[in-house]
């Protein structure tokens, strides 16, 4: 396994766990309306983040949210 996938699966995992944290905390997403209201959220703190040059981990950090909010879009709500 290279270092690149490694590196892949380490991310991956850190998103799954983000999302398992907002799920001990929040509660499930009703409807799609709301999970764009959240993800915009997540972004908007991201794109916050960028614009105040933050340390790039704490960029990151906040991707992980944005990706744990969409995999909660999409695990959560029904087609």
């Known amino acids: 396994m290279t270092d690149w996938f490694k590196s892949v699966e380490k ?3 850190d998103i799954i766990q983000e999302y398992i ?3 001990t905390k929040h509660r499930k997403i009703a409807s ?3 999970g764009y ?4 959220e ?17 960029i990151k950090n906040e ?6 909010m969409a995999l909660a879009i999409i ?5």
């Open 75 to 79: 695990v959560e709500l029904d087609d």
């Open 11 to 13: 991310d991956v995992a």
């Open 42 to 58: 997540e972004v908007d703190e991201m794109w916050d983040a960028i614009k105040q040059n933050k340390d790039p981990v704490v």
């Open 21 to 23: 944290q907002a799920r």
């Open 37 to 40: 209201a959240i993800l915009k």
């Open 63 to 68: 991707a992980r949210q944005v990706a744990a």
């Open 32 to 34: 799609f309306h709301e």
